[in-house]
């Protein structure tokens, strides 16, 4: 049996060894709580892919969506899937229409909408109020952005995930956009493999703007038996649950 681990974004610069040292002090303590010990036989995999999407990201060279509404710049696919998802943003924060009606300059337009900058400066300034602040989920959902709407990232990224599957039993844990990456993954997954269990921890597929952007249908990956979300719901990034309402699917997961 294998425990495959695939972190988030934000982890470049960093030592792959230490990363995967602290994943399996945190399952470490997460076993002691739950009163139990690891199991034996594990084969623990840590693909590392934080500094390839980070110099990818600067490559291309995609500005920041706070760039292009501060600058008045044409919206890019990019841009498009980052200002949705900070619209879905500001429900699940409780930001109402109304609050960023209010944070519009007098006589702007009052249209809701990525093409309206002043909207999207008002709700920018909201969410910047937030404990997470705007420089946060800009560069999050960047990042998410970069890699769904960039077929040559997305597939470099893919690759080195994919690389550690191979025909043993697995359990595959992944956090933020690595849950992004993982799903993509396992739903075009060419090996024979199987998942027993696929933890998906701080995910943000439960967004409308990420799904769309989902080649395939949404459905169960073929090759996992059970899927498992964890979200704690004050986390912007998993605002949204993975229930029938975004993830129609069978099995259901287990929210």
């Not at 007098?106 to 705007?134: C, K, M």
């Not at 986390?235 to 029938?244: E, T």
Request: proline fraction near 6%.
């Amino acid at each position: 049996m294998r425990l495959i681990f695939v972190h988030g974004r934000g982890q470049h610069k960093k030592s792959s060894a230490s990363l995967q040292v602290q994943w399996e002090a945190a399952w470490e303590v997460g076993l002691r709580n739950a009163g139990l010990v690891q199991p034996k036989g594990f084969e623990i995999v840590f693909p590392f892919y934080g500094d390839m999407l980070d110099d990818l990201i600067r490559r291309i060279e995609s500005p920041l969506l706070v760039d292009i509404i501060t600058r008045g710049e044409k919206h890019s696919e990019t841009s498009r899937l980052q200002a949705g998802m900070l619209l879905e943003m500001t429900i699940t924060m409780g930001i109402s229409d109304r609050s960023i009606q209010e944070e519009l300059p007098p006589g702007e337009a009052q249209h809701r909408g990525i093409e309206n900058s002043a909207w999207l400066r008002a709700v920018a300034r909201l969410l910047d109020r937030t404990p997470f602040g705007f420089s946060t989920i800009d560069n999050f959902t960047h990042d998410v952005a970069v890699y769904l709407t960039n077929l040559g990232v997305r597939s470099r990224i893919d690759k080195i995930v994919e690389s550690v599957l191979n025909d043993q039993p697995s359990v595959v844990v992944a956090h933020s956009l690595g849950t992004v990456i993982a799903y993509n993954v396992l739903t075009n997954c060419s090996v024979p493999t199987a998942i027993y269990n696929f933890v998906t921890l701080g995910s943000p597929l439960g967004y409308t703007a990420v799904r769309n952007r989902i080649e395939l249908p949404v459905a169960m990956p073929g090759c996992v038996i059970d899927w498992f979300n964890a979200r704690d719901p004050t986390d912007i990034v998993a605002g949204i649950p993975l229930d029938k309402s975004t993830f129609d699917i069978l099995p259901p997961i287990e929210e």
